[in-house]
């Protein structure tokens, strides 16, 4: 079982819609997540961090972490064509150093 | 915000030639870079940890003296790609923290592409 399962679409929405992008992980371990945002030929950039179960918005996006269920997401409103890009979920532990684990990234496509 | 530059961003090489790739932080020192490597379509895999002044920890399955890593200040950290071979052609990313700070944000480069003919 991989640490950390992400689907890696392609997802194709039209512009305006409300994206939601997901992650489970394996091991209750881990801590720290984050989400990155990676254009084609580009270094992925950081999105959203965030250590705690709930919700935490930054403008269009919104993170969500549910530790129960080992599960995150990313909410994504008023999609625009600029953001398609491939999404990739990180994990890391708290302690024994500061592996990050990366999922397979979601590829995002919003239609005009 | 905190900046990470790679260059080159993109070189060919010709196969058993060496290629070195610099990493810089350019407005944070970075304790510690990571370096990671990138198949069309597939997500980043993490070839090795690099800490400034110490040696490099490779992961699993990588060479370590294929892909030798410097880290020798607190902005810059080089991977050279010794005797290369179309096979290592890739796109290959750096990444950034300050462990100091105790935050888990890593701040990637732009990637540097490889082709190796």
């Known amino acids: 079982q991989k640490e950390v399962e992400q689907d890696p679409g392609p997802l194709s929405v039209p512009e305006g819609a409300i994206v939601s992008l997901n992650c489970t992980y394996s091991?209750?371990?881990?801590?720290?997540f984050m989400w990155y945002r990676q254009y084609s030929r580009k270094g992925p950039e950081l999105l959203m961090y965030t250590y705690s179960s709930g919700n935490k918005e930054d403008g269009r996006f919104t993170a969500q972490v549910d530790k129960s269920s080992k599960y995150i997401s990313l909410f994504i409103r008023d999609s625009q064509p600029s953001d398609s890009a491939t999404y990739l979920c990180a994990i890391e532990r708290g302690t024994g150093g500061f592996k990050t684990i990366f999922g397979a990234g979601t590829r995002l496509f919003v239609k005009a | 915000g905190a900046v990470v530059s790679q260059h080159p961003s993109w070189v060919i090489c010709k196969s058993g030639t060496s290629v070195k790739i610099e990493c810089r932080s350019l407005?944070?020192?970075?304790?510690?870079m990571f370096w990671y490597r990138q198949f069309p379509k597939q997500s980043l895999m993490l070839m090795a940890t690099s800490n400034e002044g110490s040696k490099a920890t490779y992961e699993q399955g990588v060479e370590k003296d294929k892909f030798l890593i410097n880290h020798a200040s607190l902005t810059l950290s080089t991977l050279t790609v010794t005797s290369a071979h179309p096979e290592d052609s890739s796109f290959y990313i750096c990444?950034?923290?300050?462990?100091?700070?105790?935050?888990?944000?890593?701040?990637f480069g732009p990637g540097t592409r490889l082709t190796v003919t």
């Open positions: 990444s950034a923290r300050d462990q100091r700070t105790g935050k888990s944000e890593q701040y």
């Open positions: 407005d944070f020192q970075a304790t510690t």
């Open positions: 091991n209750s371990a881990f801590q720290y």
